[in-house]
Nanobody
Framework: QVQLVESGGGLVQPGGSLRLSCVAS????????MKWYRQAPGKQRELVAAATSGGSTVYVDSVKGRFTISRDNAERTVHLQMNSLKPEDTAVYYCNANFRSQIYWGQGTQVTVSS
């Protein structure tokens, strides 16, 4: 059974930081591209950052220079370090694992940026 379990969300003031984690089980983690998506109320889910099996990383323009994705294949974990958070970063953040046609999602973790 495949499971992606996210943690690390919460309430933070603008300018603050959070670190999201996603632990995977039931998949051959090193061969999967690992991604973080987010969905704000009334908006479509969008890709925030990706870390490929080869080690490349990709970011949506709105988070470049503020967010960092990293993966630890030994721990089957992907992290999203979020710095300089803005109110517009408020959303449910989802972990995603993808290899060819195999796609798995976590349950999501809420991030709220507000004073």
């Amino acid at each position: 059974q495949v499971q992606l379990v996210e943690s690390g969300g919460g309430l933070v003031q603008p300018g603050g930081s959070l670190r999201l984690s996603c632990v995977a089980s039931g998949i051959n983690f090193p061969i999967y591209s690992m991604k973080w998506y987010r969905q704000a109320p009334g908006k479509q889910r969008e890709l925030v950052a990706a870390a490929t099996s080869g080690g490349s990383t990709v970011y949506v323009d709105s988070v470049k220079g503020r967010f960092t994705i990293s993966r630890d294949n030994a721990e089957r974990t992907v992290h999203l370090q979020m710095n300089s958070l803005k109110p517009e970063d408020t959303a449910v953040y989802y972990c995603n694992a993808n290899f060819r046609s195999q796609i798995y999602w976590g349950q999501g973790t809420q991030v709220t940026v507000s004073s």
